[in-house]
């Protein structure tokens, strides 16, 4: 078999004439270490269903709304009763939601499950909207706009009896605790931190590790902005466009300096999901470029691009890393919802500058990063079980993966086409007898690659 394969190789001495960028993107989709999981959205309203249940009757309801007691804050006033809390409903969000999870090969998932718990009986109003009843026993607060657009704080209305001036705030301190204090949602044992998120992992009740976070839904968004804007690519259609001005936004209990125990922040997990799923397949191929800032690239060039560009996956994924490059650069990548947002807010200098640089060096190296990313999935396999499934004209036996990647993974297994050049770059990477299996981390400074040497990846093989 190294035989066959020596001579394979000697008769192909030209790396980069093997590595055109749009079948090395064809062929690093195609590999089981992502699942673009599409059109699985019954899935999802059934796990939905079982986190809803499951998580009603860890705190004790059996269906929504379950009452939430908030603790009262030493020297609390009237005005901060909010007798009518509840979980309203409970959902899931983030990637399993956007069907853009990341399965490792090995079968496990990268994320764990973001578990969204919407609350009732706070009647949240922006300055200046016209004068709602609130339902019956909510408490109602009021937006106060801060300096970081998008970062807001919550108001009690004052009451006649109040002794105080100043409104007093429901503090997102205050909100990230409630969950926190209900240990049956942790298994009786103390809560993680995930950020502003409670982490848990009740089995067997809950399959996979979960975030849990609490959001308040507002009466709508200030979404003029987002109703009026051009959009040269016709794209979203303005039938979406509509139905998304007219859905609430959310506010999730995450600040930023200096008020950030205060602060809660617009959220529109809700629009994201309306517009991921009104993207073509070939738009969501760049979901393979993960990250909150990618995708908001993505969304804003959606906008812009002719579709007909879309079909240039590698350009399209260029597109979107140069564009997080030069806003990163310039400290200001607008939320796609909000333009006056700056998703980049509360990012201190020196990482902005190294998101900066990140991303051109991803652009500059996108070849190099995919044949990386494919070669180091390669890697798990014995060279013969990958000569057999991939040198041409052998037929494609299916490999023998472990019963976990069978399960986990139902992609299909590298085109043989694509796979010739794979195989190659997985011979030359043990032929430098790299440790094998490490994963690539993307997130270090200068991509560092374990499984394939930068000194090969990004010198030699570029130079030819
Ligand atoms: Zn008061």
């Known amino acids: ?41 019954p899935a999802i309203a059934t796990l939905d269903d079982t986190v809803e249940r499951v998580a009603c009757l860890l705190l004790g309801g059996r269906r929504p709304p379950v009452p939430l007691r908030p603790v009262e804050p030493p020297g609390g006033c009237v005005c901060q009763r909010l007798p009518a809390l509840a979980v309203r409903r409970v959902l899931l969000s983030g990637s399993s939601r956007e069907c853009s999870q990341v399965l490792l090969i090995d079968g496990e998932t990268k994320s764990d499950l ?18 709602v009843p609130p339902e019956p026993g909510s408490t109602r607060l ?55 998120a409670s982490t848990t992992a009740v089995r067997p009740y809950l399959p996979y590790p979960c975030d849990l976070l609490v959001c308040l839904p507002l009466r709508r968004w200030p979404s003029e902005e987002y109703g009026a804007r051009r959009r040269p690519a016709d794209w979203p259609p303005p039938g979406l466009v509509r139905a998304l001005c007219a859905t609430p936004a959310l506010l999730v209990p995450v600040g930023c300096t200096p008020q950030e125990e205060h602060q809660w922040r617009l959220s529109f997990s809700r629009h994201e999901y309306a517009v991921y799923r009104a993207l073509t397949d070939r738009q969501r191929d760049c979901f393979e470029l993960k990250s909150y800032y990618l995708k908001t690239a993505l969304l804003w060039l959606a906008e812009r691009r002719p579709p007909g560009d879309w079909e240039d996956v590698y350009g399209s994924m260029l597109a979107v890393l140069t564009l997080v490059a030069e806003a990163a650069g310039q400290r200001r990548l607008s939320c796609y919802f909000n333009a006056e947002m700056n998703v980049l807010t509360g990012r201190t200098e020196a990482e902005l500058t190294e998101l900066a640089e990140s991303a051109a060096s991803l652009a500059g190296r996108l070849t190099s990063c995919l044949a990386a990313l494919t070669a180091s999935c390669l890697q798990r396999f014995t060279v013969e079980q990958l000569l057999e499934r991939l040198l041409p004209p052998a037929p494609a036996p299916p490999l023998d993966v472990s019963r976990e990647l069978a399960e986990g993974c139902r992609a299909p297994m590298v085109e043989p ?34 499984g394939l040497r930068d000194r090969w990846l990004v010198g030699e093989m570029e130079e030819e």
């Open 1 to 41: 078999m190294c035989e066959t394969a020596r001579a394979w190789l000697a008769g192909r001495p030209d790396p980069a004439a093997l590595l055109p960028p749009d079948a090395l993107v064809a062929a690093a989709l195609q590999l089981p270490y992502i699942t673009v999981n599409r059109g699985h959205e």
């Open 114 to 131: 973001d578990v969204m718990f919407e609350l009732a009986g706070a009647d949240v109003c922006w300055p200046g909207e016209a004068e």
């Open 142 to 196: 009021w937006v106060r706009r801060t300096e970081q657009e998008g970062f807001v704080l919550l108001e009690f209305e004052q009451h006649a009896e109040c002794r105080h001036r100043e409104r007093r705030l429901f503090s997102a301190a205050v909100a990230r605790d409630l969950l926190r204090a209900h240990p049956a949602l942790f298994g009786g044992r103390e809560p993680g931190r995930a950020g502003p």
């Open 417 to 450: 086409d694509h796979g010739a050049d794979i195989l190659l770059l997985c011979w030359l990477d043990r032929a430098e007898n790299v440790e094998p299996g490490d994963p690539i981390n993307f997130r270090r400074r200068g991509l560092c690659l374990p």
